[in-house]
């Protein structure tokens, strides 16, 4: 198995021959948020490992995913190395980076288990009962219609199929700000797509809560077990330069672990899990 740390630090290196992935990852720019953005990136890969990899190869080889909106493919390569077939769709404009990753990839693992194509969701038709996985990872607020989006995923799921989600935390205080300032209330917006040239409906950064989220899931047939929920990120960059990026985490995981204004509004990213009914 290939562990998240050890994935993060091949994909550093990665960035010096992937160039243009740079801007994106931000690993290699300023150093004061280096374990700022590391701790988020490992946290996110660890709750993927902790509910979909297991320690038997041949289950992991059993498993089907989709990951819709896969982006750059880093967690599809991620499962990849770990012996699990995933199918990813997006539509960025970074997608044939996609393609020249699997090279760089290809000495640590099977990529051949990675393919991707660059498809919008509602052109899609997936065959019913076909997923044991969905990861929406920072896509769930850009599907729209929301409603259409999850019936889509309900279909394509198998019985007790599960879909993962990493999002940004709706309530988190700072993040509405930013964002009102960025769209207002101008949550839903069209956009042309020049690769599929057509104009897609997109959602402008329309992040929920989890209260939200949980009102949607179980209106189209979902159920959200609150014991795979999980908060992540609720220290700035400026808390790293008087604590140890470890001290950090351990206080994060215990001030998430309990209800409060804390986590409720601070906590930057939503992680959780919805079980097809």
Known sequence: MMQPEQFFELMIKELEVHTEMQPYYKFLG????????????????????????????????????????????????????????????????????VQKRKEYWSKYGDVSLFTCTYENLFDQNPPSD???????????????????????????????????????NGNNLIQRIKL?????????????????????????ENIRSLKNWQELFEKNNFSLPTSNIQYVRFYLPVHYRFSSPEKLLQKEKTIQSKPGLRREYFFFGLNFIAQKN
């Not at 896969?70 to 960025?92: D, P, Q, R, S, V």
């Not at 069209?190 to 057509?198: A, G, Q, R, V």
């Open 30 to 97: 300023n150093k004061s948020s280096w374990h700022f953005r590391r701790n988020y990136f490992l946290e996110r890969l660890r709750y993927i490992q902790k509910h979909i990899i297991t320690n038997n190869p041949h289950q992991n080889a059993g498993i089907s995913i989709w990951d819709c909106g896969c982006g750059y493919g880093t967690t599809c390569l991620f499962l990849a190395m770990n012996g699990i077939k995933t199918y990813g769709t997006t539509l960025e404009f970074y997608f044939e980076t």
């Open 130 to 168: 076909s997923f044991d996985w969905i990861i929406v990872q920072d896509t769930l607020h850009h599907l729209e219609p929301i409603d259409d989006a999850l019936k889509i995923f309900h279909k394509a799921l198998r019985k007790n199929g599960k879909l993962l989600s990493i999002e940004e």
């Open 180 to 204: 009102y300032k960025y769209r207002g209330n101008k949550r839903i917006i069209t956009m042309w797509d020049e690769k599929l040239k057509k104009e897609i409906l997109l959602g402008n």
